[in-house]
């Protein structure tokens, strides 16, 4: 990789001071903001009207490498849901695209990668990038939504967690079983340990060089590793996982964040994070407890509970914030991202509800 | 339901003693028997090449249908593989289709529901069916296979839990979010809970008149009940599992399967069962703990552990084998049944090795 190739590796960005000590960023660090901070994962997507407007006009994989647009929409969920952090347009699987697998959005159908990782040979092929050259797209949306934001309101970088990006790969899309994954860990130990490795080194750089390009925090994205057993994460995943935190650590705060994880909270906590993702299926005060109270946590609200009636949505709004029990370092969010066939008016009043039911305290 | 009508309801099948002392019926009565017994969810399945070829010549849901033939498979799954139990060969969404739901199993896509609950009106027309005209198949399968089975070999009927039914009738097929059902269950609280209890009465009729036919245990399928959180399990499952566990119980072993259920092993338990199955995502050891030793386990073995080598597979079931500790009332299994693309002669091996590792002890 030469440097003289690189085209968005810039002199990192003027921090924002406001931004970064916004509610979201104090929650992060275990501070006691004026009140709980809540943003939604994919608060930027489908369910908006004004999205599939969008969409209608470019694909999703244009929409992620058009900085401006990229800008705009992260921007527009900010405005519209009045959430206290945004979240930089872009997608896990971006640096599949750079890395030369052909990655296709498929309509209807999701992520399909036209030259997966089948073979021990197909990892040794696979070349580092210039990440600079390849995603400086993301850095550049970056750049211009932390410009564009209200000052207050930090911006969110994210990439995909080691696993979750070689099970795509291995996949070639989603995966119910991720069958071809296990099988490749399990088979082609050594060949699944340097797949990994080579995420980490890449996705070290993409993160780092997300910060440099103005984001106020990172969240990594492991979304599929509860596929696993508690064993095989600790053998297969803990370790690089941990290297790549520990690469990306103490420039700006870090969220890691899976799905199905109930039992590899404590391994996940070891692997690094300042923020621990929940998703609904754990009680939130038992996790907490469970992980310590030297992280912060992030999410509990089942993503479905907002297809349901506003009584029901209170209900267990009011759950979540009395398991949090004004503790700090509670980041309101879904367990997952936003539904597409969710109303905007159900988050707009989901937010509401989460403040108010503070207001009510 | 007018009794003439009944097919195959006659007097209770005569019981077979050595069956019913078999070191499986031993292992769920947490009696200590001579050896750890295994057996393996979907051990009849596509894996057998002699199981494709049927299927070749029939569709599944005809050969759920023809009692001669699902009693060919089931007891040849037992002679290759050599398993200590044999589980009658149907499918959970039988009592679908004899709902008049329209069910038909799409080649590659899996179930599909032609006619799926999507109003509360719809679950109000859900008519009450006579399970011995409707099912009488499975108790001819049963009957069939009960006296084609070596003597010494216990034969598992089963149904699908209330839950993932209600999901199968309102998803209208497999879903990855559950969004309608969860929706359903969240905006229609009422239709839901009088959806479960036809599920319930439906189901306790079926499973009663499994064991009516010859059944040694019985298994309840609650295979997605995984994708709702602890609180939501206990609002709207756990009446209902409770209800059909206690209107099957006292008659045969009854276990209690779900995945995915790491945070609602314990509600689980309250539902009932003599056994619980554990999927791989829990620590055997910790998961028996928690749930206490009063209950019987079953599982644990990632099914994706067949598809790598031999040297990985002897390790997991040392895992599994030494979380046990030779305690009683431990049922070697998979986690969820046997994958498609599996090698006979890797489940062979895996047979082999859950026996030698104990004999070496």
Not at 135 to 155: F, M, Q
Request: charged residues 20%.
């Amino acid at each position: 990789m030469s440097e003289s190739q690189t085209t968005y590796i810039r002199p990192t960005a003027q921090p924002r001071r406001e931004a970064s000590e916004s509610r979201f960023i104090q929650a992060c660090k275990r501070q006691k903001p004026d009140r709980t901070p809540i943003w939604l994962m994919r608060q930027a997507g489908r369910f908006m009207p004004e999205f599939r407007d969008i969409r209608s006009r470019v694909s999703f994989l244009e929409l992620c490498k058009n900085s401006e647009l990229a800008c705009e929409v992260t921007v527009m969920a900010v405005d519209m849901l009045d959430v206290d952090a945004a979240i930089i347009f872009a997608d896990i699987l971006l640096p599949i695209d750079a890395l030369g697998l052909g990655l296709e959005y498929v309509k209807g159908e999701g992520p399909l990668i036209h030259n997966p990782i089948r073979l021990a040979t197909d990892v040794a092929a696979l070349k580092p990038i210039d990440v600079g050259q390849s995603l400086g797209y993301v850095y550049k949306s970056i750049e211009l939504t932390a410009r564009a934001l209200p000052k207050h309101i930090p911006l969110i970088g994210f990439a995909g967690a080691p696993f979750t990006l070689a099970s795509y790969m291995i996949e070639a899309g989603g995966s119910k079983t991720f069958d071809k994954t296990k099988s490749f860990m399990y088979s082609e130990p050594e060949a699944w340990h340097l797949l990994m490795k080579k995420i980490v080194d890449i996705s070290a750089q993409y993160l780092n060089f997300q910060v440099d390009a103005g984001a106020d925090a990172l969240q990594l994205f492991d979304s599929w590793v509860g596929c696993l057993s508690p064993t095989d994460y600790e053998r297969f995943v803990l370790p690089h996982t941990k290297a790549l935190i520990e690469l990306v650590s103490g420039r700006v705060p870090v969220i890691h964040f899976g799905t199905g994880t109930a039992t590899l909270l404590k391994l996940m906590a070891q692997a690094g994070g300042d923020v621990i993702g929940l998703d609904w299926r754990v009680n939130l005060a038992e996790a907490w407890l469970n992980l310590g109270f030297d992280k912060a946590v992030q999410g509990n609200l089942d993503p479905t509970v907002l297809l349901g009636t506003r009584e029901e949505l209170k209900l267990q709004v009011a759950r979540i914030m009395k398991e949090a029990a004004s503790r700090p370092g509670h980041i309101f969010n879904l367990g997952h991202g936003v539904l597409p066939m969710t109303s905007p008016d159900q988050v707009k009043f989901l937010v509401e509800t989460v403040r108010n039911s503070e207001a009510a305290q």
